[in-house]
């Protein structure tokens, strides 16, 4: 089992920052690429950004490239997503979620894949 907490959502303005972190527990956190993902109010759950588990190969949804960075501490056992120049449509609960590392390079996309998330936490940018 891997746990998996989020934290550092909260209420900002448009073309404000936020770091999100992903604390992890249980499992050897290395074994595993980890995802963002997000959903908004009446959306389905979306990819966001992934990286895998010694901290490369990273992707992002088209709409977050260039602003969003996703990067991890193995030592800290901790996934961050540095979120800069956010916007009204960034607003959505967050998660973070892990998949084994044999699968990430094909399929750091598929949520199916990913089998430990976290609780989420709630993003808001105001306009």
Known sequence: QVQLVESGGGLVQTGD????????????FSGYGMGWFRQAPGKEREFVA?????????????????RFTISRD??????????NSLKPE????????AIPSMYYSRNYRSQNLYNYWGQGTQVTVSS
Do not use: E, F, H
């Open 90 to 97: 960034n607003t959505a609960v967050y998660y973070c979620a």
């Open 17 to 28: 920052s936020l770091r999100l972190s992903c604390a992890a527990s249980g499992r050897p």
């Open 50 to 66: 992934s990286i895998n588990w010694i901290g490369g190969n990273a992707y992002y949804t088209d709409s977050v490239k260039g």
């Open 74 to 83: 193995n030592a800290k056992n901790t996934v961050y997503l540095q979120m």
